[in-house]
């Protein structure tokens, strides 16, 4: 029965050997995209892990979590999607995809997309005590509690994506999938509708605080500090916009599926293209860190530089 169960999720995935032929040209364009997008989402992270490093104006914590976020991006594109990729080739060469490949990939997509989840998720919960506590925040957010989150989210993710390889848990893998992204999407919103209520108490605030410093000629540094927390809030933001828009599909295929709302062959078309769209994400989250938060962004072009100049020499 647990052998019939695997086989009927894994056609719900990737569909059985008579739909290859109807949707042969949507395999073949998920199979060239995602190689690309695989050399791209590890290229790019990578870059993005070396330049967050190199950031010293980052607070250590949001910057853990943010090593913490690419280094999940760059396993989506080192396991996960040459994973992916296989299994589509087989289906196109019409072969069966046994229960033991199937539960690989199940595996990695839930150690790695459900850490990219709940790092964003902790990424907005940091930003959102960073405005709100302001100057308590550096008490109450320290380091060694940032680790140690980042630690739990890493442990929860591989308890997860461990009940992959045990039949009689795969059903509750997928259940638990679904009511992580519910808990996270549901979060995310919450969270960023906070801190722009945060942000519009202390907008007036702030104009006030502007108009004193021109008329007294002062630099005030509590102002100073808040703008700097509120840009990294809403280049935070970006991130969970992406995150959301990637995400949002897959979530609501999951529940199409858990309400059997859909035909079987609706589902596998369908999870071909919200697959691709998760994947996605994982190589956006690089490009948004360099485009909206400036002191990564000036760290990225310092080693461009630097690179540019060695080879001048």
């Not at 790695?112 to 709100?132: E, M, P």
């Not at 021109?214 to 500090?225: A, F, K, R, T, Y």
Request: charged share 15%; hydrophobic share 50%; proline share 2%.
């Amino acid at each position: 029965m647990a052998e019939n169960e695997c086989d009927h999720l894994n056609e719900l995935s990737f569909g059985n050997s008579a739909d290859v032929e109807d949707f042969r040209p949507v395999l073949v364009a998920n199979c060239v995209f995602n190689s690309f997008l695989s050399y791209t989402t590890i290229t790019l992270n990578i870059v993005t892990i070396h330049a967050i490093r190199k950031t010293a104006l980052l607070p250590k914590p949001l910057r853990t979590l943010l090593l913490s976020l690419a280094a999940s991006d760059v396993g989506v594109g080192l396991f996960v999607q040459p994973l992916y990729i296989s299994t589509l080739v087989s289906r196109l060469n019409q072969k069966r995809i046994d229960c033991i490949s199937y539960k690989k990939l199940l595996a990695a997509i839930n150690f790695f997309c459900i850490s990219s989840l709940f790092n964003v998720v902790t990424i907005s919960v940091d930003r959102f005590l960073a405005v709100h506590l302001h100057l308590r925040y550096q008490e109450l957010v320290t380091h060694k509690r940032v680790i140690a989150a980042v630690i739990s989210i890493w442990l929860f993710s591989t308890i997860i994506s461990s009940c992959a390889f045990y039949d009689s848990l795969l059903i509750i893998s997928r259940v638990v999938w679904f009511v992580n992204i519910t808990v996270c999407l549901i979060t995310v919103v919450i969270v960023y509708w906070r801190i722009y209520i945060v942000l519009k108490r202390h907008k007036n605030q702030i104009r006030g605080l502007q108009i004193q410093e021109v008329q007294q000629g002062v630099q005030n540094d509590d102002l100073s500090n808040f703008l700097k927390l509120r840009k990294s809030a809403l280049g935070t933001f970006y991130v969970c916009i992406v995150f959301m828009i990637c995400y949002l599909p897959s979530y609501i295929l999951s529940f199409l599926q858990m309400a059997r709302l859909l035909s079987p062959i609706s589902l596998y078309e369908a999870s071909l293209y919200t697959t691709t769209l998760v994947f996605l994400n994982s190589s956006l989250n690089s490009v948004i860190y360099c485009w909206k938060m400036g002191p990564i962004r000036r760290s990225l072009m310092d080693i461009m530089r630097g690179i540019v100049n060695r080879f001048r020499e």
